[in-house]
């Protein structure tokens, strides 16, 4: 077996758990561990990408999927008791994606307000602009 740095070490332990996994970008993804790199590098089977909005979420299937170390901000294993106990509501695919759609543009406005109000006050303000594509 490779030498793992003991982070990743850790990590072996999680094999074949149903992982929850935040990303640097703000994405959810919850699949089974199957395997991992010395750079904590994932792949993730029957993956799923969960939206949340408000009190609402969805869940978009994404099969197969594999993760670059560097982008995993949070992980932990979620089981079948904890997706019971959830506080939301689950809606569908459609309805997740036009929340999520509503969600940003409201973002986006706010942005565009501030910006506004900062330059009428001799501020300058650039918005954060770094999750464009999603827009």
Same mark, same amino acid.
Do not use: W
């Given at each position: ?7 990743? *070490?850790?990590? /072996? ?6 992982? /929850?996994?935040? /990303? $640097? ?14 750079? *904590? =590098? ?7 990408? $969960? ?19 560097? =982008? ?11 997706? =019971? =106990?959830?506080?939301?509501? $689950?809606?569908?695919? !459609? ?11 409201? !973002?986006?406005?706010?942005? !565009?307000?501030? *910006? !506004?109000? /900062?330059?009428? $006050? ?14």
């Amino acid at each position: 077996m490779a030498a793992f740095p003991p982070g990743t *070490a850790s990590l /072996l332990e999680e094999v074949d758990k149903r992982l /929850l996994v935040v /990303l $640097r970008d703000g994405r959810t993804l919850i699949g089974f561990l199957r395997s991992i790199d010395q750079f *904590a =590098n994932l792949v993730l089977h029957r993956t799923i990408e $969960r939206i949340h909005v408000g009190q609402e979420y969805g869940d978009i299937p994404k099969g197969v999927y594999v993760v670059r170390g560097e =982008n995993v901000v949070l992980l932990g294993e979620v089981t079948q008791e904890k997706e =019971n =106990n959830l506080p939301l509501k $689950r809606v569908s695919i !459609k309805e997740i994606k036009e929340a999520q759609q509503k969600e940003q543009e409201s !973002k986006l406005e706010h942005e !565009k307000l501030l *910006a !506004k109000a /900062l330059k009428e $006050r001799g501020l300058n303000y650039i918005p954060d602009l770094s999750h464009d594509d999603m827009f």
